[in-house]
């Protein structure tokens, strides 16, 4: 490891119970197409402000989650309820449960989870959603998002 380059640390984490309103892409796992998830992102910015009772304007959520075939990406905002869900959009809830959650501006934060993982004897709950939180203004980069992977 370079010397500028600093050891980044796995958290264990519980979240409690979230509930979000986005826009949802899904695209064909070994075929991905840029250019939907470039136009699902952008009709999320230009209908963001639609969302009612969002937990915190400066950041939005994409919850994931794949198997060998397919994965589903959404851009949300995370809020208090599901109350009134735009037409279009998608509302749902995330139970209470537990996270490995790294932050890594050089490394492939998905990769420190995954060997954190193997060296602490957890799993990771692939039936759940994994999260990416950025903040707007930032360019999308997984190295710019707090990533939270559920675990058992």
């Not at 980044?8 to 695209?27: D, M, P, R, Y």
Request: with cysteine.
């Amino acid at each position: 490891m370079s010397s500028d380059q600093q050891v980044v640390q796995v958290e264990i984490v519980t979240l409690s119970e979230k509930h979000f309103i986005g826009v949802a892409v899904t695209n064909a796992f070994k075929r991905v197409d840029p250019e939907a998830i470039e136009e699902t992102f952008q009709l999320f910015l230009s209908r963001k402000d639609e969302i009612e009772g969002v937990v915190d304007s400066e950041a939005y959520v994409c919850p994931h989650f794949a198997n060998d075939y397919l994965f589903t990406y959404i851009y949300c905002m995370e809020v208090t309820s599901i109350g009134d869900v735009p037409e279009g959009m998608i509302g749902f809830s995330v139970p209470s449960q537990r996270y490995a959650k790294v932050r890594s501006a050089d490394q492939d934060p998905y990769a420190l989870i995954k060997s954190s993982l193997e060296s602490m004897d957890l799993t990771n709950n692939t039936r759940s959603l994994a999260l990416e939180v950025y903040r707007f203004g930032e360019e999308q980069n997984m190295n710019n998002a707090d990533i939270y992977i559920p675990i058992f």
